[in-house]
């Protein structure tokens, strides 16, 4: 049907690359980083798609996009059509498009990957949604053709980061009515307070929780399940309820010094200048405005907080990491961008003590170098220690951003729910079921800190088992 | 967003708030607080609440004007509104029927304490209040204490009502006389609540206190909280505000809270004072120092 689409005469290998703003004029703003294509060139990496006829691309994606049914929409210049193919499994499109790891994903099982040259699927993604956003394109064509008939059953959904919002989504399409309960005072999780403003801008998360609000879903925010009312308290409300409570308890190292003023957590740092818009100069959140920054990890949420930090003024800002370069969880395209922003890195280096002045502030990071040594349980490198490798790196502030587990809020205050020793809630795999009846859970409250779609996708597999249980339970 | 009920100065720089909050005033209980916003582009300011009613939906709280934020707060007039008022937050205050139980509050404290003295009431204790202020004309909510305390002493530095020095001395008084006290309840500044702490460890006599660290978020995600009780990290926000006095490490907490001083800060006590509200004006003098 859309013979057009297809690139004619052999296969397109060039890659369309995304345009950005230029490096030295980002870590001025808060600005975003990436510019999205432009219609040409989101037409013409559309066009590059084989519209394979087993698109393996699919079944590398959490929540299953139609992606090769998207892309010829697109390329065929529908793009209404795109998106609704999208938001048929994926209600958060712009920003799924801008920070999932597509190179881990979709795009590497694309076809063209064996040469070297994938579809850029995760920045149509986000162009379509953009686009849609620009032309007003919303409501039409979300609505399912016939509206579902109200099913009188009530979820409660706890948590509104990514888990909540697709569970919330999959169930309001099925006719159920859906509360979010959120602690924080805007809904979103970490999406708005966890992801910096240049890398996935508020107002882009707003305009898609907004679509969520529109399809009927009613979120109560400044409510903190196990507090305001307890799990038990709400499962009385609701026909069942799904957990999504994502991993908030952040690590510290346990080493001396660690009470020193100028050592602070990377979900302290990143929501003092997130959802507090301490990067907007009317609000008055309190943030330190160091001189010397150290980052301590090398996932997504370190390079998060170093390029906030030098957007923020600081003059130095490291990561410092215990492995290389290779083994660094982040992103390529995130630590490429800290690099071009004059991020330095310290590799194969481990903190062992802070060190603070009389006045109990933090003034240097002691470090020994290390080497890479036998493999570890996971298969990566175990750091070693180097004899007598011990230096010291002065800062201001240490960002700590070493990973964190579930936030113990909820198996606090329910103790009859079954946890395990990592403190994630145990559910069973295919509904996410947990041990209590008509409550479930998905996302990093199971599985410890993950991505934004695997969140989806466990949202969606939730919503999946929560209709099978309410039908059920009639 | 959360209406204001009421909204005025008890005595200078303290003031009352009232707010419309339904969904704290139906479950809060003695020892908890909230966080609130005065405005949409304001901090997030954690207050301990003083009391509620269920039926009208009303939370209480007794905040001190120190710094930006409670001076917003502190403008804000009845039908105006918050926009985030999060709650109820922290554990519930530990009581039990023990016998005689001294409860100390002072500053922002003196509020706070009331539904802590009334909680110690319902669980059948005799109850002792001891309230401190600098002088006289600081002091409020005496008669509110009455009604529910068995006894209530009052002292001030100056001596310019009840006794004259701290309510530690009271405290030091009665162990001294040798008279029963079989737990202590103290809420205050940190500088009361160590002295007290020490004097209940000397005595081997529990002493529950409430910790007013830096907070963000109040839900245990951020760690600002953290202090260190019984060799062990807590987050004031989730596993506190209460705490066993006797095992606060209060050499690290005083660091702590002494290293946020800001500049404009003249001494320690009015600082240490500001209770629950004395981050800000500290955090953004972080790094700004030597140069
Ligand atoms: S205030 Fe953030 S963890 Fe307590």
């Known amino acids: ?474 | 967003m959360y209406r204001i009920v009421e909204r005025r100065q008890l005595v200078p720089d303290t003031h009352l708030l009232v707010v419309e909050a339904p969904h704290v005033a139906r479950k809060v209980q003695a020892g908890q607080f909230i966080i609130l916003r005065p405005h949409d582009e304001g901090e997030r300011i954690p207050l301990s609440v003083a009391d509620w009613d269920r039926d009208a939906g009303t939370v209480t709280s007794v905040f001190l004007e120190a710094g930006a934020s409670t001076m917003q707060l502190a403008k804000l007039q009845p039908g105006d509104t918050l926009p985030t008022y999060m709650g109820p937050l922290g554990t519930v205050a530990e009581v039990e029927r023990v016998g005689t139980v001294v409860c100390c509050g002072g500053c922002y404290g003196i509020g706070a304490l009331l539904p802590i003295v009334r909680a110690h009431k319902e669980a059948g204790n005799e109850v002792i209040c001891i309230l401190e202020a600098h002088s006289s004309w600081l002091l409020y909510w005496v008669d509110r204490h009455r009604e529910v305390a068995d006894q209530v002493h009052v002292v001030t530095s100056d001596g310019s009502a009840g006794d004259k020095g701290l309510s530690f001395d009271i405290l030091q008084q009665r162990f001294d006389a040798g008279q029963p006290i079989d737990a202590i309840h103290a809420i205050g500044c940190t500088f009361m609540m160590e002295r007290n702490s020490l004097a209940a460890l000397a005595k081997q006599t529990p002493i529950r206190i409430t910790l007013n660290p830096v907070m963000v978020d109040g839900t245990g995600m951020c760690g600002g909280c953290r202090c260190v009780v019984n060799g062990e990290r807590k987050f004031a926000c989730v596993d506190g505000p209460e705490f066993d006095g006797r095992e606060v490490d209060w050499t690290a907490l005083v660091e702590r809270r002494k290293s946020y001083r800001a500049q404009e800060i003249a001494s320690l006590q009015q600082y240490e004072s500001r209770g629950f509200l004395g981050s800000s004006a500290a955090v953004e003098t972080l790094g700004e120092r030597d140069e």
């Open chain 1, 1 to 474: 049907m859309s013979e057009t689409a297809r690139p004619k005469g052999g296969v397109d290998l060039q890659r369309r690359d995304m345009p950005t703003q230029d490096a030295a004029a980002r870590v001025h703003n808060f600005e975003e980083v990436a510019l999205g294509y432009t219609v040409e060139l989101a037409m013409a990496e559309a066009r590059r798609c084989l519209d394979c006829k087993r698109p393996n691309c699919v079944t590398g994606c959490p929540v299953s996009v139609n992606i090769p049914g998207f892309i010829r929409e697109l390329a065929a210049g529908n793009l209404e059509g795109a998106r609704a193919a999208i938001r048929e499994t994926n209600l958060l499109p712009a920003v799924c498009g801008r920070v999932c790891p597509q190179e881990h994903q979709c795009e590497a099982l694309c076809n063209l990957n064996k040469r070297g040259a994938s579809v850029a699927i995760g920045r149509l993604e986000r162009f379509v949604a953009d686009w849609c956003a620009l032309h007003e394109v919303v409501g039409a064509q979300t609505a399912p053709a016939e509206p579902v008939a109200a099913s009188g059953k009530s979820v409660g959904i706890v948590g509104s980061g990514p888990a909540g919002l697709a569970c919330a989504s999959d169930l309001l399409k099925q006719g159920h009515a859906v509360t979010i309960y959120e602690a924080l005072d805007e809904p979103g999780g970490v999406l708005i307070y966890g992801i910096p403003e240049f890398r996935l801008p508020k107002d882009i998360v707003r305009r898609e929780i907004g679509e969520i609000r529109r399809m009927g879903a009613q979120i109560i925010c400044d409510f903190l399940v196990g507090r305001t009312a307890t799990l038990a308290e709400l499962r009385e409300e609701h026909d069942a309820l799904f957990i999504a409570t994502g991993a908030g308890l952040p690590w510290f190292l346990d080493i001396p010094g660690e009470d020193l003023v100028g050592v602070m957590s990377a979900n302290e740092y990143l929501t003092r200048v997130n959802l507090l818009r301490a990067y907007d100069k009317r609000a008055n959140t309190p943030v330190p405005k160091p001189r010397r920054v150290a980052v301590i990890g090398a996932g997504n949420v370190a390079m998060d907080a170093a390029r906030t930090a030098k957007r923020l003024g600081a003059r130095e800002v490291s990561i410092v990491y215990r492995r290389s370069r290779a083994e660094a969880p982040a992103r390529h395209e995130e630590l490429e961008h800290a690099e071009e922003e004059g991020i330095r890195f310290q590799f194969l280096t481990q903190p062992v003590e802070y060190l603070g002045n009389d006045e109990g502030r933090l003034t240097a990071l002691r470090c020994r170098r290390m080497e890479l040594g036998e493999p570890d349980e996971r298969g990566r490198p175990r750091p070693v220690e180097v004899a007598d490798s011990e230096f010291d790196i002065p800062v201001d502030l240490a960002i700590l951003a070493i990973g964190q587990s579930p936030n113990p809020m909820i198996k606090d205050t329910t103790p009859e729910i079954e946890v395990s020793r990592r403190g994630t809630l145990v559910v069973e795999p295919e509904t996410l079921a947990t041990n209590l009846p008509g409550v479930f859970a998905g996302g990093d409250a199971v599985t410890g800190q993950a991505t934004v779609i695997l969140a989806m996708g466990a949202g969606r597999t939730a919503a999946a088992g929560i209709a099978a249980w309410l039908s059920q339970a009639t």
